[in-house]
């Protein structure tokens, strides 16, 4: 039987009771007051689904509220559709695609699509490397600035969106951002803020790292230009990789990027690389980790509308 053939995909009452399920654990919890006792289910043939009411602050509420799906009139069953096929979609699912799948119109499949990246990204404090672990870093040009070049330009970086990405060797998680420049004091923030001085940072042969290196267990890097891309176990071909799959996802299903979204789009490939197959995960756990992280990680359409994906 099809994944998608389950029961929360199709029935609204179900949606209700698999995302509380795991957003409550221990049972129903007040947005408003925090309570968790004398809080009531509500019936009636008018109350609509998944309603409850806590009778210490008198307030109505579902488990909706304060999440990604707050104030959205997208049944939650077709939210959770949509997470399905987000999460299990190796290089990302566009607008259109959903759009034409869910039966929502195109705005909103671009919207849901970015609560959803809104949902993925991880904020996670945990440094990478902190058992001494080996920790892969890569910088990568993509797409194009319009605030610099209003027109894709043919050469050169000057005009491109700037990405910095570190992977953990023993965790096998992926940790990405942009970068404003690629300039070494500004790599070096970026590095110390996510990278554990017990690591072994490993790069290539680029210069900015050259400095913020001396600060780790060890710095190794290979010379890619000598033709260098493996020496024992110092290589950067695990973040490359990662690079691969990122870029083939841009350039093949979004195709463009507005710098104002790149944090998002970034977070969705870090959260599917970080929980892949390889690491025991297939697409219904990815689904069920994505929800959550939905609590507490709202994003409004004036926030997004600025700028078009």
């Known amino acids: 039987m099809s994944v998608l053939s389950s029961p929360h995909f199709h029935d609204e009452k179900v949606a209700y009771a698999y995302v509380e399920a795991r957003i409550w654990p221990q049972g129903p919890v ?50 959770l559709q949509a997470m399905f096929l987000i999460a299990g979609s190796k290089k990302g699912i566009s607008s259109n695609q959903l759009h034409r799948t ?109 400095a913020v290196g001396k600060e780790y267990a060890s710095h190794d890097w290979t010379t890619h230009g000598r033709g260098e891309y493996v020496r024992g176990d110092v290589t950067t071909n695990t973040v490359e990789g990662f690079f691969s799959i990122f870029k083939r996802g841009m350039r093949g299903i979004y195709q463009h990027c507005h710098e104002n979204h790149l944090h998002r789009y970034l977070a969705e490939f870090d959260f599917r690389y970080s929980n892949r197959v390889a690491l025991g995960y297939n697409d219904a756990d990815r689904a069920d980790i994505l929800l959550s992280g939905i609590v507490g990680k709202r994003l409004t359409y004036q926030t997004t509308r600025g700028a078009v994906a």
């Open 102 to 210: 869910l039966g929502v119109t195109l705005k909103t499949a671009w919207f849901m699509s970015h609560r959803i990246r809104e949902a993925m990204r991880d904020g996670s404090p945990d440094m990478f490397g902190g058992n001494g672990g080996r920790v892969e870093v890569d910088e990568t040009y993509i797409g194009y600035n319009p605030r610099v070049q209003k027109k894709p330009g043919k050469g050169g970086s000057a005009h491109k969106l700037r990405v910095v990405a570190l992977i953990d060797r023993d965790s096998g998680a992926a940790r990405s951002m942009p970068a404003n420049s690629l300039v070494r004091d500004e790599v070096a923030q970026i590095v110390r803020a996510n990278i554990a001085k017990e690591a072994k940072l490993t790069t290539d042969e680029s210069r900015l790292y050259s």
């Open 30 to 79: 007040c947005p408003h007051c925090g309570g968790v006792d004398r809080i009531g289910l509500m019936g009636g043939k008018s109350t609509r689904v998944g309603l409850y009411k806590c009778y210490q602050c008198r307030k109505p509420f579902t488990v909706k509220i304060g999440t990604i799906f707050e104030d959205s009139k997208v049944p939650l069953r077709i939210w």
